[in-house]
């Protein structure tokens, strides 16, 4: 009896292991995606951009599954397997999250290290991910 319990919390352990280490792959590349259109020159996107990050931030993430396991059999009839839809869940739902938190690290840093490497011959993909990037990375491991 105790080793049918224990290998079935196991089991449960490396699903949810493997939920967790899928959410970070897919979510933080997202996250950086979505923060971008939230800063975006193109009002109408940054404004869905930004509406959408408030809606899915704002929402419990329980119904949030729910929506997802449910909507799609719903609307369209198609059902989705368990693990997809709470995958899609979070995802979503870091990736909001995760946006935030690249929004603010990437407007925290000073527009002088853009003039800098712009200074020193670099290309706006350079500047941003030598530069930007680097330093909202940094900034976050520090504590700053």
């Known amino acids: 009896m105790f080793a ?3 290998l079935s919390l196991m089991g449960g352990f490396v699903t949810t292991v493997q939920l967790f280490c899928l959410t970070l792959v897919f ?3 997202l996250g950086l995606l979505i923060s971008f259109g939230s800063m975006s020159r193109i009002t109408p996107l940054r404004a869905l951009i930004k509406i959408i990050v408030w809606i899915v931030r704002g929402t419990p993430l329980m119904l949030q599954i729910i929506i ?3 909507g799609p059999a719903l609307v369209w009839g198609l059902k989705l397997p368990r693990f997809s839809a709470a995958l899609l ?3 979503i739902n870091y990736a909001c999250y995760f946006s935030e938190i690249f929004r603010g690290g990437i407007e925290a840093v000073p527009k002088g290290q853009t003039e800098a490497g712009q200074v020193l011959g670099m290309t706006k993909t350079q500047i941003f991910f030598k530069v930007t990037l680097l330093q909202v990375t940094l ?3 520090s504590g700053d």
């Open 89 to 91: 869940s979070f995802v």
């Open 68 to 70: 997802i396991y449910y």
């Open 4 to 6: 049918n319990v224990t």
């Open 139 to 141: 900034k976050k491991k």
């Open 27 to 29: 979510a933080l590349p």
